[in-house]
């Protein structure tokens, strides 16, 4: 194939030289009859037509016919679960998972109550815990309903994804808490734990597209793999038996959080209380 049409490309660089020059022969034969007619001097030679013009279009090379062949599988690149690449169809079910803890002498006043840290956690979490819940049923029921975010998988396998995701969240958040002197500084801890969340996440940018110093970050965030959860549930249908590692490191992510933030409670108790 490639050796036709390279031998019709040099006919056709061939045939385009010929008529190049005779177009100059007949510019010059041109300003000689014009000189001859205006001294009266004897006319001048026409140019011979070279002989590729003179055969007609047999002259000019036919290209081969170039059929498409067979690609390989490999070699496509298909979109099965968001054809029409729409942004809100991979964004809607990361926003999802993005849902100020201590309160001037709340720690204090829990601190000297006969209560254990694990049950001080779970009272103070209780509240924004439902909170939470209701604020990610809302968002997704606008990104389904306004955005037309497709839902197709397990409501239940979702619904134990998203408790699991807001106990390793809030636990975070309790930690967070429990370490601040005050409301700014954990606005500040907390900042400092959203934003790798949004750009480290996949959330915006692919994680295969990281480099590997920085990727590592994303596969220890929560929203990470709470992305992947949602997206397969919503946009694949996919079930439990695809999904089952990003859930178990959600949840040994949120046995760390709560281990920690206990740690740090049970401190606090036994050393004066939350400063």
């Known amino acids: 194939m490639q050796t036709s049409v390279r031998h019709a490309l040099e ?11 005779f177009g100059e022969e007949l510019a010059k034969f041109r300003v000689a009859l014009q000189r001859a007619l205006a001294t009266g001097a004897p006319m001048p030679t026409p140019p011979a037509m070279p002989e590729a013009l003179l055969q007609g ?11 498409v062949t067979a690609l390989q599988s490999d070699g496509l690149v298909t979109v099965l679960f968001n054809p029409d690449l729409k942004t809100s169809w991979v964004m809607v079910p990361g926003l ?15 601190a000297v109550m006969p209560l254990r840290p694990s049950a001080i956690i ?18 997704t029921a606008l990104g389904v309903t306004l955005f037309g975010v497709p839902f197709v998988g397990s409501l239940w396998l979702f619904g134990l994804a998203a408790v699991v995701f807001l ?3 809030l636990g975070i958040g309790v930690l967070i808490s429990s370490v601040s002197q005050n409301t ?6 907390a900042i400092l ?22 990727r590592w970050i994303g596969y220890i965030l929560p929203l990470t793999w709470f992305r992947e959860i949602a997206q397969g549930v919503m946009l694949r249908g996919a079930g439990l038996n695809s999904l089952w590692l990003p859930l178990v490191i ?13 740690a740090r409670m049970r401190y606090s108790l036994t050393h004066g209380g939350a400063r």
């Open 167 to 169: 106990f390793v969240v």
């Open 250 to 262: 959600l949840a040994a992510m949120a046995v760390v959080a709560f281990g920690a933030s206990t």
């Open 184 to 189: 700014g500084q954990a606005i500040q801890m």
């Open 122 to 139: 779970m009272g103070k979490i209780t509240p924004y815990f439902l909170l939470a819940v209701l604020d990610m049923a809302v968002v």
């Open 57 to 67: 279009p047999s002259s000019v090379p036919n290209l081969p016919d170039i059929n």
């Open 11 to 21: 006919g056709v660089q061939h045939t385009g030289a010929a008529m190049k020059t």
């Open 193 to 214: 734990f959203v934003v790798p969340q949004v750009l480290l996440s996949g959330l915006i940018f692919l994680l295969s597209s990281m480099p590997i110093g920085v």
């Open 96 to 110: 999802i998972g993005l849902v100020r803890e201590r309160e001037n002498g709340t720690l204090e006043q829990l």
